[in-house]
């Protein structure tokens, strides 16, 4: 089967690099200026630079073209994914639409299947995720993630096709978990920046990723989540990941916060999800402390010491 991603960032464009090595694959921008570069240098040179492309890799700034491809991954910023798939709904029906961004819509308070799901129906809708850097998959780093699609006969063929030398993929049927567990490990990293960037210690992380998960779990329930699967990679495996290194923007965006200086300008997908993730909460009536504080950091409701205030002052209770 044929394979587009759509996105130029530099998820998407490792995503491409890593499929070329299996056969042709198609790699779109919006940008046509982005585009003339990454044809002329053989390079994604803004986003992964000395990464070459490898053969069998066609760059393109027309979305038909690219939309041609049976497979597509949906490689945009999980925001603007409800508007692109609206955009391009013409072109994209009957195909399988692999979400690769990962968040909760502000608006629809959903996950990216039921976003492809709603826009496209007669679609094929899936999501990837999992604990990985984009520099990693380019570089040819082995990197394991999990590809969920609600069909099982439809996550066994994806699995099939976009799976590659360094990108191994586990499918899974439960889109809801994977899809939640991508989201709010975002919301936790935040977390973990802001008390590494105010000097709170190592401690203080391992104690706000153990207590984000348990809120990832419970939201998971209440959503009709399995919690095997957000013990999985797609869960507890992109937590560690993105809570720990330093390549992840939520953490440094957190890092910032923490430190009281202004983030550099780029998508953190964390800030939305938290406080999308805080009004799920507050519509079903949970109590999920650490995502609740980070909403209010993002939106500027709350300082950092009140949110260290506020989770230390809780009243004690059992774990």
Known sequence: MSVSVLGGGAFGTALAISLASKGPVTLWSRSAEQVAQMQADGENALRLPGVA????????????????????????????????????????????????????????????????????????????????????IARGLPTALTLACADAAGALALQTALTTDNLRLYRSTDTIGAELGGAMKNVIAIACGVVMGAGLGESARAALMTRGFAEMVRLGATLGADPRTLSGLSGLGDLVLTCTSGQSRNLRLGLSIGQGSVAASETVEGAATAIAAARLARDRSLDLPVTATVAALVDGRIDVAQAIRTLMTRPLKEE
């Open 53 to 136: 492309f490898p053969k069998g890799m066609t760059v393109t700034a027309e979305i038909a073209q690219a939309c041609q491809s049976d497979i597509l991954l949906l490689a945009v910023p999980m925001q603007s994914l409800r508007g692109f798939l609206d955009q391009i709904q013409a072109l994209i029906r009957e195909k399988d639409l692999v979400a690769c961004c990962k968040g909760i819509d502000l608006e629809t308070l959903t996950g990216p299947t039921a976003l492809i799901a709603a826009a496209v129906p007669d679609a094929r809708a899936a999501a990837l995720t999992g604990p990985s850097f984009a520099a990693d």
